[in-house]
């Protein structure tokens, strides 16, 4: 493409920022847009907000527009900001992403927030085990705070695992990965006692497709998403399973969960014999549940 064809008025980046909001404002909102054009002069540039703010009339070469340019026809096509600039933050880690995971939520966050502030765990012999790992963000994180402690992240997906090898190395930590079906009768992991074992499976049912927004639909891996509304716990099923097997006795379970389906997920784990805490997001939902061994919390 030429770049004299490009839209934008000029070079300076006052004429960058004001066609993003022209042409996108009415799709996402003022303050979204805010937050993309921080993303992507921070992942272009290496700008931060502040060198953003006071270079305004500053002008980017013809490479760099090109960039913006391509960005704002994918930010109108509602490709997620993460698959544009190719990573996210987690918990202080850099995550990268692509359609094989999906992009980490800040939901997902505050949950591993919560066991990293929560607990105090020693740093030597003790196993985290985390089921349906997908970019590796939770192990990478929980292995990042605890990096004496021995992790163990299981995924079905090859192309999943291959990112979060990837994710890993980058981040400088020690994971054991394993290819696995969590719903394979057959499926086990090694004779370990967890401390803890956590998970985001698929929760979402079928039928709430229609309520998802375009940039999860179309760019999330439906893997990792979608589980049938006659058997919407199924995963739960097959975790609560395996921590029974696998957790030590006053190791925990930590699941994130469909918010519409908290106390029938809470139930399920009170017949495998644990006592479960529902856990509520920063926007006031149902989003994680904790639980121990019943007999254990009882002594």
Not at 11 to 40: K, P, Q, T
Not at 43 to 51: C, I, T
Not at 211 to 234: E, S, T
Request: glycine content about 4%; aromatic content about 10%; hydrophobic content about 45%.
């Amino acid at each position: 493409m030429n770049t004299r064809n490009l839209r934008f008025r000029s070079n300076r980046v006052r004429d960058i920022l004001a066609l993003f909001h022209e042409e996108l404002d009415g799709l996402y909102g003022g303050s979204e847009v805010g937050v993309f054009l921080d993303m992507l002069f921070e992942a272009f540039l290496g700008w931060n907000k502040v060198r953003l703010l006071t270079s305004k009339e500053t002008t980017v070469d013809q490479s760099d527009l090109l960039r913006f340019h391509w960005a704002l026809e994918d930010l109108k096509k509602n490709r997620p900001i993460q698959h544009i600039i190719g990573y996210t933050d987690f918990c202080d880690c850099h995550i990268a992403v692509s359609p094989d995971v999906l992009i980490p939520r800040p939901e997902t966050e505050e949950m591993v927030n919560w066991i990293l502030s929560t607990f105090h765990f020693p740093l030597s012999t003790f196993h985290f085990l985390d089921l349906c790992t997908g970019s590796g963000c939770i192990a990478i994180a929980l292995n990042k705070r605890f990096p004496a402690a021995d992790v163990t992240a299981v995924d079905v997906s090859e192309k999943a695992l291959a990112m979060a090898r990837e994710n890993a190395q980058a981040n400088d930590t020690d994971i054991r990965f394993l290819q696995a079906d969590l719903l394979d009768p057959q499926f086990s992991i090694f004779n370990f006692q967890f401390s803890i074992i956590i998970s985001n499976p698929p929760y979402v049912r079928d039928s709430e497709r229609s309520q998802m927004q375009r940039n999860v639909l179309d760019y999330d891996p439906a893997l990792a998403l979608f589980v049938p509304d006659d058997d919407p716990l199924r995963f739960y099923r097959a975790i609560a399973a395996i921590a029974k097997e696998h957790l030590a006795h006053d190791g925990l379970l930590v699941v994130e969960i469909n918010e519409a389906l908290a106390d029938e997920t809470a139930a399920l784990l009170r017949s495998y014999g644990f006592l479960p805490e529902v856990h509520t997001d920063f926007r006031g939902k149902a989003r994680w549940i904790s639980a121990q061994f019943k007999n254990h919390i009882s002594q």
